[in-house]
């Protein structure tokens, strides 16, 4: 089984129009209330692969509840712990740019900890928990190095989608794969990259510490995978970008659901560069349909 882990899950709140103009009234074209988060995205796309999965995290106030309502909606399984204070709202503005304000998050207390962590001990050897997005403020900075001991003593692969130091501090437990795109990656090293072979070297650091499989995203220039034994590149489907939040977690879902399905990381990255295409080519998560359409597209081949 795969486990999708929110801690900080927020509705976003999409709104369209043609250009906010500051310190001005704007008036939307449209707007919409959409179920989000990393692990959340990651769950919908799962779904989309016939990838059996569970949604976990902290869901409250009447923000959770539509939350749970979508995805109930959308037939994605979940288990959140329910939480006294309210699951944020992001914004998500697509204009003549687009810009996305993203609240801190609710309020986690001692006793709601607890019960969320007491859900790993239901893991099994096999399962994958991808970890992924922000933590809301009251949890500890290494909150996600906290669980990684459970899951690994339950015989359970974890992969996490988050940055700087606290990615790097869960490289000593050996995730499954990491993501960063390449920006997220010279940050990783204080450093700027002059060519892609600066860009290799920073990523097969990450191998070095510890990572099994390491993906590195560049959006519309595709991205790279690094295994133990080869790197690769793939190119990125050809597409209108209409939406880029939610392409990244969308192609660690495909990882993720292909490697769990097959233990193949290559074919794991392909499909995962498709179903992150797909994403930036649809205003919200992309549908099977589309990740077919784009899946063709995807060649990867070995550069080192
Ligand atoms: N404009 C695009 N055209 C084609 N493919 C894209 C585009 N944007 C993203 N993708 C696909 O999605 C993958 C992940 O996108 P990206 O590098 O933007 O990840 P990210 O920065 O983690 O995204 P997010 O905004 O979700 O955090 C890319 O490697 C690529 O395969
Ligand atoms: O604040 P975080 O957890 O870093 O990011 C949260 C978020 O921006 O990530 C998703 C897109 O990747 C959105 O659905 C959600 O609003």
């Not at 329910?82 to 993203?102: C, F, G, L, M, Y």
């Not at 205003?283 to 359409?293: G, L, M, N, Y």
Request: hydrophobic share 40%.
């Amino acid at each position: 089984m795969i486990y999708t882990v929110t801690v900080n899950p927020a509705l976003d709140y999409v709104m369209q129009l043609k250009e906010v103009k500051s310190g001005e009234v704007n008036r939307t074209d449209d707007c919409q209330f959409l179920a989000g988060g990393k692990g959340i995205n990651v769950s919908q796309i799962l779904n989309q692969l016939s990838v059996d999965n569970t949604a976990w995290g902290f869901v409250g106030g009447f923000t959770g509840k539509e939350l749970v309502r979508q995805l109930n909606v959308k037939k994605i399984v979940s288990d959140f712990v329910t939480i006294s204070d309210d699951t944020r709202v992001n914004v998500k503005i697509h204009a003549q740019k687009e810009t996305e304000i993203n609240a801190a998050g609710p309020k986690i207390d001692a006793q709601e900890i607890a019960a969320f962590k007491a859900r790993l001990d239901d893991l099994n050897a096999g399962d994958i928990v991808v970890l992924s997005g922000s933590l809301a403020p009251s949890l500890p900075t290494d909150f996600y190095e906290e669980l990684l001991p459970t899951i690994k003593e339950n015989g359970a692969e974890f992969a996490i989608d988050t940055t700087g130091q606290a990615l790097l501090d869960t490289l000593k437990y050996k995730p499954l794969v990491i993501k960063p795109n390449h920006h997220e990656l010279a940050d990783l090293f204080n450093t700027t990259f002059a060519n892609k072979e600066e860009l290799l070297d920073a990523a097969k650091k990450l191998m070095d510490m510890g990572a099994q499989n390491v993906m590195i995203s560049m959006a519309g220039d595709g991205g790279y995978l690094i295994t133990k034994d080869h790197i690769y590149h793939g190119t990125a489907a050809k597409g209108i970008a209409v939406n880029s939040v939610g392409a990244g977690d969308s192609m660690i879902a495909g990882f993720v659901g292909t490697y769990y399905k097959t233990q193949d990381p290559v074919e794991a990255f392909r499909v995962g560069m498709a179903c992150g295409g797909a994403t930036a080519f649809t205003e919200d998560i992309a549908v099977k349909s589309q990740i077919d359409t784009v899946l063709p597209q995807i060649k990867v081949e070995e550069v080192q």
